[in-house]
Structures are given as C-alpha cells and as structure tokens.
C-alpha cells in the first residue's frame, strides 16, 4: 500500500512513464504502483491521451520552407573565416585523440601508463615504510583507523532522495554521517554512542531499512 | 547511434566543415521549428529563429562539450531566442493563434464542435496553454526530453519540472472543463 507522498511522487512520473523517458528502475516502480492503484492508472489514460493529442498537434505544424536554410548559410557566408586554430571543446579533443589511436598503439600506451603507475606507488609504498620504522611518530591526534567506540552501519539512499530529505532522515533518527560517500554511494552513518548488542543493533537496521529513502543498509563488523 | 553521430557532426562543424552543418540541419530543423513556432506561434519568426538558432551551433560548436545531447543543446538555445523574440514583439504583432489563447468562456462555434471530439478538444486546449506551461508539454510528450533534459533547456531544477508538469496538465484539464469536458481529474 502506497502513502500519500509515494502515490503524488509516482503520479508526477506518469508522463514520462508514457513517453518512455523513465530508466529501468523508476519505469518498474511506476508499473507497479499502476498495478495495484485503479485510480492511479485511469490518471495514466488521461496522460496518454494528452501524448497522443500533443504529438498529434505537433505533426500537423508542417515544416519550414527552403528559406530558413538560404538564410542559415547566407549568414554563415557572411561570418569572418574560421581560424585553423580553432578546434572542439577538451573533452572532444581527448576523445578524438584517443580515436585516432590504432589499437596497437593504443595497448602500449595503456602498458606504459600501467607501469608508471606502479612505479609511483612503489616510490609511495618506500617512503611509507621508512617513515613506520622504529624511531619515527605519529600524530596523537588524527586517527589512522576509524573510530571504534559507538556503532556504526553502512547505508546508501535511494537515488531519487533528495538532500533535505536525507538531512530530514539523519535528524529524525539522530544519526551523523561518519564518513562518505564511498564508491557505489556508500556512507558510513554513526548510529549511537554506545557498543549496541547485536539484537539492538538489527532493531535498529531493521527500523532505519523501512524509510524510503534508504536503499541498502548493513551493520558494520 | 544518433546521439553519438551528432557529436561527431558538431566536432566536423568546430573544423569549419560545412557538409556537416547541412547534416546536421537535415536532422533536427523540423523538430527544432515545431518547438519554437509552437512558442512564437508565427511562422515567420519561427523560421528566421532557427537560421539563428542553427548559427549559433555554427559559432559555438568548439564549445559543445558534450554534457547534454545535441538535440538538448539545440533546443536550449532555441528556447532562448524564442523567448527574445516573444519580450521584443509588440502588441499589436499579436497574430491570431496568440490571440486564440487568451481565454474567451464564450461557446463559440470551435467550442461546440470541440466538444463533439474529444481529440479536437484536447488538441485546442494544449494551445491555449500559457508558454511556459506549452514549452514542457512539448518538451516530455513531443520532444521525448527526460526530466533531467527539460531542467537543462529549461534552466529550472528537476522537482520544479515535474511539478510545473503537474500544473500544466491541471490547467488543460480546467480549459477542458470550460469546454465542457470533465475529465474527473484533477
């Protein structure tokens, strides 16, 4: 059973459902709300109607005559001559070079990148041991590992969650992001102060997984 | 295919070639002209806009980095233009479609006949839509622009554009009631 706020969100997505703009994920959830709400998909008649009659209206604007074209490239005859250097945008530049790589060159230029690579880390990993040898400190203050005390969880927020919405989720739960995001999203979010037992601990996954803005959450170990 | 292909024609056009121009014309100044007569409602204007709209693809195609897709950046820049010209046209220029729109709760004869087809109805509803509310109708249903395309061309964020989406639909289906058509939402 859908809330208020789920059924306006899904009922907002309709036309774009019926244009088929939607990704993959978002098209499913709107099918399924369509599945179980009859009033929610009578709405979704009216919407493809309104597509029909739209793209209807649109088709029937004709096209424009020769002349827009003898004006484009009249003007274009009457702009000052390109200078050779000008060329695309950084990105385009980076993309064309690498196409006209062959993929032998190519290969070895990805081998030569590798090993430079590994030849930094190696001067990296070098420095790192000489400074962890016998003799050497650590500031007391900065942590090297995370912190131990409290209880931490692994969560990632659905992708349509909106900032507020999560600000509104942290406060509401009295939660603080510990660290994040990491790759795939993932935020290290501090749930309580105290070590929690491990029946506490799935009470409160159990609690935070219902919201529906949390995607995946799991205990830290 | 096309997206991809249409990036290459815009690097070709950075060069200076203009084959690809033509190319790239032949391909979107249909949808390109729809968008924006259906916002000046003059033919026209409509046409002079996009010989400008498409040399300013000319003049800034070595700065197309490829964050939207061409289709989007074309119709961004149309919407701009259309919208210069809407705040530079007089009054008196108002043709008739735009005169059309403003609203008349009189059932004349295009009314009577409206309410006989449904279709009819609808179709002369969607063009008494104010610009704002036809430029995101156009723009989801016609122009198969995803949320997050239409916050680009439109310059708004992605909730405001699902819910001007929402009033516009509202709002059609007000104009269709006056026509006496209830569709039972909103």
């Not at chain 1, 081998?111 to 050497?136: F, R």
């Not at chain 2, 233009?81 to 809407?86: C, D, G, V």
Request: proline content about 4%; some cysteine.
């Amino acid at each position: 059973m859908m809330t208020a706020d789920e059924r306006g969100e899904i009922e907002e997505l309709l036309p774009w459902h019926a244009a088929g703009t939607l990704d993959r994920r978002e098209a499913q959830r709107v099918e399924a709300a369509l599945a179980e709400d009859a009033e929610l998909a009578r709405r979704y008649q009216l919407v493809r109607e309104e597509l029909v009659h739209t793209t209807h209206l649109n088709e029937t604007l004709g096209a424009p005559s020769v002349r827009a074209l003898e004006a484009l490239f009249a003007k274009i005859d009457a702009e000052p001559q390109r200078r050779p250097g000008t060329a695309p945008g950084i990105a385009m530049r980076i993309g064309e070079f690498f196409a006209s790589l062959s993929p032998r060159a190519l290969a070895w230029s990805a081998c030569a990148a590798a090993l430079a690579i590994l030849l930094q880390a190696a001067v990296i990993g070098s420095i790192l041991i000489k400074e962890k040898a016998p003799g050497s400190y650590e500031t007391a203050s900065v942590p090297t590992s995370p912190g131990t005390e409290g209880t931490d969880v692994l969560m990632r927020f659905q992708p349509q969650a909106t900032v507020s919405d999560i600000n509104r989720f942290l406060e509401t739960n009295k939660l603080s992001i510990a660290r994040g995001p990491s790759a795939g999203g993932i935020y290290r979010v501090h749930v309580s102060g105290a070590k929690l037992s491990k029946d506490e601990a799935t009470r409160v996954l159990n609690t935070l997984q219902q919201n529906r803005i949390v995607g995946f959450v799991a205990i830290t170990h | 295919m096309q997206t991809n292909s249409d990036e290459v024609l815009i690097g070709r056009i950075a060069k200076g070639d203009r084959l690809a121009m033509q190319v790239l014309y032949g391909r979107h100044h249909v949808q390109v002209y729809r968008f924006v007569l259906r916002m000046v409602r003059n033919e026209t204007t409509a046409e002079d806009l996009i010989s400008d709209v498409f040399l300013d693809v000319w003049r800034q195609a070595g700065k197309f980095e490829g964050r939207a897709a061409v289709s989007t950046w074309l119709l961004s820049i149309a919407r701009f233009k259309a919208l210069s010209a809407l705040r530079r046209k007089p009054e008196e220029e108002l043709d008739e479609d735009a005169v059309g729109a403003i609203e008349d709760h009189a059932d004349d004869p295009e009314v009577a006949l409206a309410k006989k087809d449904k279709g009819a109805a609808l179709r002369t509803c969607l063009s008494k839509l104010s610009v704002e509310h036809r430029e995101i109708v156009d723009l989801v249903y016609y122009h198969e622009k995803s949320v997050e395309e239409v916050a680009k061309i439109v310059g708004i964020p992605e909730a405001t554009v699902k819910t001007r989406m929402f009033y516009a639909r509202k709002k059609l289906s007000e104009l269709l009631k006056e026509q006496g058509i209830d569709r039972g939402w909103p």
